[in-house]
């Protein structure tokens, strides 16, 4: 008799869902094996073509990491339901795809970095045989449950197939509840969080910078701080899960195009004179008037410190900084000495660097894009040619280099915002790291512009704040704004897409009052 093909899916479901429940509390428990849901992840998004991963973060923004683990859970359910309608007639599919399910977590949690190999082996096959066993024992009882009497009427099932009903959806039930418990007491309770620094005590900067100045801060309500806090900061990267790195193990390695390899520890970092420096950075993906850009005050070595232990060699005009998780980043290795403040930082905001923000170390070059310069999780410096490497984004369509560009935004008031008639405060930052602001510039409803009051800079590489105050008539309004730096260029008013070098265009909100 043929099984309902509903409960046959729903079955392989609940076998799929322990198995990945049982995978994720054993990355929690075993040191050295990370989560399947992450590294299948990680896996696939090499693969995602340039539109989609437009599509997803456009839509999703910061949440895209969220999404993508989301998908994964739902594509494995699929899957599981699959084998649960394969394994109707044949259990031996059933056991065929779980062991490619099985076999697929394993090639992509392995070639993870800080993976036990072995351990991870042994996880993601006892996870894998535990959902299996779980569906060959809810197909057993959909089998009872479908027994019928050849004394029954038409649709009619003896009582051993109601108790066999019953243990089936009991089953079923007790099966998807212990999935979803071992899955929330991995990712809520037992994995470990990422080691933070806590103990870790920052030394005594050799070049400490002065507290903010009252000039160099605008008081107006909304209106985005000089030093963004490290909670707020933004965070765009291609790690699915903070890596947990101990900074007692880490190092970092100089090598490729120099006179000698050298590898530092975290201990040897913190041993050399530190400075402070004041730099606004920007994710080349954040739209015209956006929030994937912030100012901190960043701890480190200048990075020219760190590259005369090595001694980079005549012809190496790459920079690569790669990141634990793989990630790469290369910028032109002539703006790493070209006496902008280019740092391999430890801290930020006077407190360690934290994890999600790049610990136990990081790049900050000035005036690039996170993309080709910010390296987070930093564990390699290669020293390379221009032309022998693309470092990760480059062969998914942006640009291989990327300057910064001259932005402006409008944080007071809001798209959409009520405003009072009368006189009006308009507010934002703008930003030109390596160059400055010279001057910002507001207009309402294309009419003629009116320059802003400038907070007082911390550095050249720092954002400004700006603030103006309008009289603004009954009605709607459409407020624009533009920035000029120090080299004299205003920037453009064409949109521009982020893609493949950053956005262009003027920061506009429409108000009403």
Same mark, same amino acid.
């Given at each position: 008799?043929?099984?309902?093909?509903?409960?046959?899916?729903?079955?392989?479901t609940?076998g799929?869902?322990?198995?990945?429940?049982?995978?994720?509390?054993?990355?929690?428990?075993?040191?050295?094996?990370?989560?399947?849901?992450?590294?299948?992840?990680?896996?696939?998004?090499?693969?995602?073509?340039?539109?989609?991963?437009?599509?997803?973060?456009?839509?999703?923004?910061?949440?895209?990491?969220?999404?993508?683990?989301?998908?994964?859970?739902?594509?494995?359910?699929?899957?599981?339901?699959?084998?649960g309608l394969?394994?109707?007639?044949?259990?031996?599919?059933?056991?065929?795809?779980?062991?490619?399910?099985?076999?697929?977590?394993?090639?992509?949690a392995?070639?993870?970095?800080?993976?036990?190999?072995?351990?991870?082996?042994?996880?993601t096959?006892?996870?894998?045989?535990?959902?299996?066993?779980?569906?060959?024992?809810?197909?057993?009882?959909?089998?009872?449950?479908?027994?019928?009497s050849?004394?029954?009427?038409?649709?009619?099932?003896?009582?051993?197939?109601g108790?066999?009903?019953?243990?089936?959806?009991?089953?079923?039930?007790?099966?998807?509840?212990?999935?979803?418990?071992?899955?929330?007491? +991995? $990712?809520?309770?037992?994995? &470990?969080? =990422?080691i933070?620094? %806590?103990?870790?005590?920052?030394? /005594?900067?050799a070049?400490? !910078?002065?507290?903010?100045?009252?000039?160099?801060?605008?008081?107006?309500?909304?209106?985005?701080?000089?030093?963004?806090?490290?909670?707020?900061?933004?965070?765009?990267?291609?790690?699915?899960?903070?890596p947990?790195?101990?900074?007692?193990?880490?190092?970092?390695?100089?090598?490729?195009?120099?006179?000698?390899?050298?590898?530092?520890?975290?201990?040897?970092?913190?041993?050399?004179p530190?400075?402070?420096?004041?730099?606004?950075?920007?994710?080349?993906?954040?739209?015209?008037?956006?929030?994937?850009?912030?100012? +901190? $005050?960043?701890?480190?070595? &200048?990075? =020219?410190?760190?590259? %005369?232990?090595?001694?980079?060699? /005549?012809?190496?005009?790459? !920079?690569?900084?790669?990141?634990?998780?793989?990630?790469?980043?290369?910028?032109?290795?002539?703006?790493?000495?070209?006496?902008?403040?280019?740092?391999?930082?430890?801290?930020?905001?006077?407190?360690?660097?934290p994890?999600?923000?790049?610990?136990?170390?990081?790049?900050?070059?000035?005036?690039?894009?996170?993309?080709v310069?910010?390296?987070?999780?930093?564990?390699?410096?290669?020293?390379?040619?221009?032309?022998?490497?693309?470092?990760?984004?480059?062969?998914?369509?942006?640009?291989?280099?990327?300057?910064?560009?001259?932005?402006?935004?409008?944080?007071?008031?809001?798209?959409?915002?009520r405003?009072?008639?009368?006189?009006?405060?308009?507010?934002?930052?703008?930003?030109?790291?390596?160059?400055?602001?010279?001057?910002?510039?507001?207009?309402?409803?294309?009419?003629?512009?009116?320059?802003?009051?400038?907070?007082?800079?911390?550095?050249?590489?720092?954002?400004?704040?700006?603030?103006?105050?309008?009289?603004?008539?009954p009605?709607?309004?459409?407020?624009?704004?533009?920035?000029?730096?120090?080299?004299?260029?205003?920037?453009?008013?064409?949109?521009?897409?982020?893609?493949?070098?950053?956005?262009?265009?003027?920061?506009?909100?429409?108000?009403?009052?």
């Open positions: 008799m043929e099984r309902p093909r509903a409960l046959a899916g729903l079955a392989g609940a799929v869902g322990l198995a990945l429940g049982a995978a994720e509390l054993g990355s929690a428990v075993v040191d050295g094996v990370p989560s399947l849901v992450t590294a299948v992840s990680a896996y696939v998004i090499p693969f995602v073509p340039p539109v989609v991963e437009d599509v997803v973060i456009g839509l999703f923004g910061t949440s895209d990491k969220a999404v993508l683990a989301g998908g994964t859970v739902m594509i494995s359910l699929v899957v599981g339901a699959v084998a394969l394994g109707r007639d044949n259990r031996s599919n059933a056991t065929a795809l779980f062991a490619g399910f099985g076999m697929l977590g394993i090639l992509a392995v070639g993870r970095p800080l993976t036990a190999p072995v351990a991870t082996v042994v996880v096959v006892a996870a894998t045989v535990a959902g299996r066993a779980a569906l060959g024992r809810l197909l057993t009882l959909l089998d009872r449950a479908d027994v019928r050849p004394y029954a009427g038409s649709g009619e099932r003896t009582l051993g197939g108790v066999g009903r019953r243990q089936f959806v009991t089953a079923l039930v007790g099966i998807g509840a212990t999935a979803v418990v071992m899955a929330a007491i +991995a $990712r809520n309770v037992m994995r &470990p969080a =990422p933070d620094g %806590d103990e870790v005590a920052l030394p /005594e900067p070049r400490v !910078l002065p507290d903010v100045p009252p000039a160099a801060s605008l008081d107006v309500t909304g209106l985005t701080p000089i030093h963004v806090a490290n909670d707020d900061f933004y965070r765009i990267d291609t790690a699915l899960s903070v947990r790195i101990d900074p007692v193990e880490w190092s970092l390695r100089i090598h490729g195009m120099v006179e000698r390899e050298v590898v530092l520890g975290y201990a040897d970092l913190l041993a050399m530190l400075i402070e420096h004041d730099a606004t950075i920007a994710c080349v993906s954040n739209e015209v008037g956006g929030h994937l850009v912030g100012n +901190a $005050r960043w701890l480190g070595i &200048p990075l =020219p410190d760190i590259l %005369d232990l090595a001694g980079v060699v /005549e012809g190496a005009t790459q !920079l690569v900084g790669r990141a634990i998780d793989g990630w790469t980043a290369g910028f032109p290795t002539e703006l790493a000495v070209d006496g902008r403040e280019a740092m391999l930082v430890v801290g930020m905001n006077g407190a360690v660097l994890p999600v923000h790049g610990f136990p170390a990081r790049l900050i070059i000035p005036g690039l894009y996170g993309y310069s910010a390296t987070k999780w930093l564990t390699e410096i290669e020293l390379t040619t221009w032309e022998a490497f693309d470092a990760y984004w480059v062969p998914r369509g942006w640009a291989k280099e990327g300057p910064i560009k001259t932005q402006s935004r409008i944080d007071v008031p809001r798209q959409g915002s405003v009072p008639l009368g006189p009006t405060v308009i507010a934002g930052v703008a930003w030109a790291p390596t160059h400055g602001i010279e001057r910002v510039e507001v207009r309402i409803d294309e009419g003629a512009w009116q320059t802003c009051e400038l907070s007082v800079p911390l550095h050249e590489d720092a954002w400004v704040q700006w603030r103006t105050e309008v009289d603004l008539a009605g709607q309004h459409a407020i624009q704004v533009r920035a000029t730096d120090g080299s004299g260029r205003t920037q453009g008013q064409a949109p521009m897409p982020p893609r493949p070098d950053g956005s262009e265009g003027w920061h506009e909100v429409r108000v009403s009052a």
